[in-house]
C-alpha cells in the first residue's frame, strides 16, 4: 500500500484531493503539523487558497523544513506548485525555494483563468503523451522559473503562455487540479502514484 | 485555448433536486448526488448545488450532499445557499466544494467577499446576484428573489469585484424558469463593468440561448438546469450543437 502525505496549509478543498487518491487505491494521509515526512511513499501539496495565507499555515506548522527536506516524490497543485518556487507577487510571499524562479500574476484581461484547458509541448511523465486533453485550471497566478528547462507542460490563455506543469527531478508541479479534472486527472495522480511505487522499490 | 463551461445546476432542498419555475413553484426531480454523478459523466465542466432551503438543519444535508458528491464526482464543484460567514464557507470548503456562491449575505454585508478571499483565495468566492429589470436597469434581489432591495445590479457586480469576488454568478430573475433564452443585455452590461469571468444564468430553453450567452462580450460559462433535468437535452448533445456554432467547448470523452 501506497502511502501519500497530503499537506494541509488551512484553506480550502482537500477532500477531492484525498478522495480521488483513495479511489487508486493510495492512501491519503492528512498531515497538519510538523513531522517527518519521510514515512511517505510521496507527499501532495494541494492547492487552494491564497499563497500567503498558505504559507503563513506552513511556517505556524513548522511544515516548512519537512517540505524542503523531503527526499521522495513531491507534487505540487496549482497553488502548491507555486509554493515551490522562491517568492510569489500574490502577497509579496517567500515561498519554499525548491525551484529557482517566481510567481507572477498573468497577463490577461479576465482573471481567475478558469475552467478546462489543454496543455502543449509535453515533456512531464504525469502527463499523457498523446493527444491534446484538457485539464481543469483555476489561478490568477503562474510560475515563471529561472530556467524555462524545467518546464514540462505549457498552456496558453487569452495572450500569456505560462507553464503548465515544472519537473526537476523528483520534485513536480502541475497548475491545474488532477482531483478536479474527470478521468484524464486522475490518470495523473495514477501515474504519480506510480512514481512513488518506483520510488520506494529503489530506495 | 480555455473552453466555456457548460454547468449544470441543482437546486437542493432537504437533500432532493428540485427546480422552480420563477422561484416558487417547486417540483423534486431526484437524488443530488447520483445526478451530479451523471453529469459528470455526461460531460458537465462543473457542477453547481444550490441549497435552496437554507434552514440549519437543511444545511447540515447539504453539507453531507456535498462530502458524498465530492467522493465520486471529480469535476469542480461550487455550493451555494445559505452562506453567511467564513465559517460557513470554511465548512462549505471543507466538506469538498471548489467553489461557494454568497449572495444575500454578501448584500447585507459586503466585507464578507473581502474576508472570505482573504481566507480561502478569491478563485473560490462566488458572488451569486439575482437580478430582475426595471424601467431603467437591473436592481439587486434577496431572500431568493423575493425581496428587491434597491440596489443597481451591475454597480453591485462591479463593487464584489473589486472587493476579490473570483466570478460572477448573474441570474436574470425574469428569466428564470421560462425557458426564453438568458437576458443578454444584463450580461454585456455587466461583462463590460468587471473582469472576472460570469456565469449566465435564468432563462435556458435550448443550445442557442447557450450559444448567445457565450459570444463575445458576454459570458464565460452557462448555468442551466431543466433542460439537462428533463432530458430535453443531454450535456454532450448541448456541447455538439455549441461546437456547430463555433463555441471552443470541451470534447466529451
Not at chain 1, 497553488?79 to 529557482?100: I, K, M, N, Y
Not at chain 1, 530556467?147 to 506543469?165: K, L, N
Not at chain 2, 426595471?134 to 440596489?151: L, N
Request: charge should be negative.
Amino acid at each position: 500500500m501506497i502511502h501519500i502525505a497530503v499537506i494541509d496549509h488551512g484553506a480550502g478543498n482537500l477532500v477531492s484531493m484525498e478522495q480521488a487518491l483513495d479511489d487508486i487505491g493510495a492512501t491519503a494521509v492528512r498531515i497538519d503539523e510538523g513531522q517527518d515526512l519521510t514515512r511517505f511513499d510521496g507527499v501532495v501539496l494541494p492547492g487552494v487558497g491564497a499563497t500567503g495565507a498558505a504559507m503563513r499555515t506552513l511556517r505556524r506548522r513548522r511544515l516548512v523544513d519537512p517540505l524542503r527536506t523531503y527526499p521522495g516524490p513531491l507534487l505540487g497543485v496549482c497553488v502548491g506548485l507555486q509554493l515551490l518556487f522562491e517568492r510569489s507577487d500574490e502577497d509579496d510571499t517567500t515561498c519554499l525555494g525548491l525551484l529557482p524562479g517566481s510567481v507572477r500574476r498573468i497577463a490577461a484581461s479576465t482573471l481567475p483563468h478558469m475552467g478546462w484547458n489543454s496543455i502543449e509541448d509535453i515533456s512531464d511523465p504525469l502527463l499523457p503523451a498523446e493527444g491534446s486533453p484538457t485539464f481543469y485550471f483555476v489561478h490568477s497566478y503562474v510560475a515563471d522559473p529561472v530556467d524555462e528547462a524545467i518546464v514540462s507542460g505549457w498552456t496558453t490563455y487569452d495572450t500569456d503562455r505560462f507553464p503548465a506543469s515544472v519537473r526537476r527531478g523528483r520534485i513536480a508541479g502541475v497548475q491545474f487540479h488532477p482531483e478536479r479534472s474527470g478521468p484524464a486527472g486522475i490518470a495523473v495522480l495514477e501515474r504519480f502514484v506510480d512514481e512513488c511505487k518506483d520510488h520506494r522499490r529503489a530506495a | 485555448m480555455l473552453r466555456r463551461r457548460i454547468i449544470p445546476c441543482l437546486d437542493v432542498a432537504d437533500g432532493r433536486v428540485v427546480k422552480g419555475t420563477n422561484f416558487i413553484d417547486l417540483v423534486d426531480e431526484g437524488d443530488p448526488v447520483a445526478m451530479a454523478a451523471a453529469y459528470a459523466e455526461a460531460g458537465a465542466d462543473e457542477i453547481c448545488f444550490l441549497d435552496i432551503t437554507a434552514t440549519s438543519d437543511g444545511r447540515a444535508t447539504m453539507l453531507a450532499t456535498v462530502r458524498d458528491t465530492a467522493a465520486q464526482v471529480f469535476v469542480p464543484l461550487t455550493v451555494g445557499g445559505g452562506i453567511r460567514t467564513v465559517a460557513d464557507m470554511r465548512a462549505a470548503l471543507r466538506a469538498g466544494a471548489d467553489k461557494v456562491a454568497v449572495n444575500s449575505a454578501a448584500v447585507r454585508n459586503p466585507r464578507l467577499i473581502a474576508a472570505c478571499a482573504r481566507a480561502f483565495g478569491s478563485q473560490c468566492v462566488v458572488v451569486a446576484i439575482d437580478a430582475r429589470r426595471t424601467a431603467s436597469g437591473w436592481t439587486v434581489h434577496t431572500k431568493g428573489g423575493r425581496t428587491d432591495i434597491g440596489i443597481d445590479a451591475i454597480e453591485w457586480a462591479a463593487r464584489a469585484a473589486r472587493l476579490g469576488a473570483g466570478e460572477i454568478l448573474l441570474t436574470s430573475m425574469d428569466r428564470d424558469g421560462t425557458n426564453a433564452g438568458y437576458d443578454l443585455g444584463l450580461l454585456e452590461a455587466v461583462r463590460y463593468r468587471v473582469d472576472i469571468p460570469i456565469i449566465a444564468s435564468g432563462g435556458a430553453g435550448g443550445p442557442d440561448h447557450l450559444a448567445d450567452a457565450l459570444a463575445p462580450g458576454r459570458a464565460d460559462a452557462v448555468l442551466a438546469a431543466s433542460i439537462f433535468h428533463r432530458d430535453h437535452y443531454t450535456v454532450g448533445s448541448i456541447k455538439a450543437e455549441l461546437a456547430t456554432r463555433g463555441i471552443a467547448v470541451r470534447e466529451v470523452a
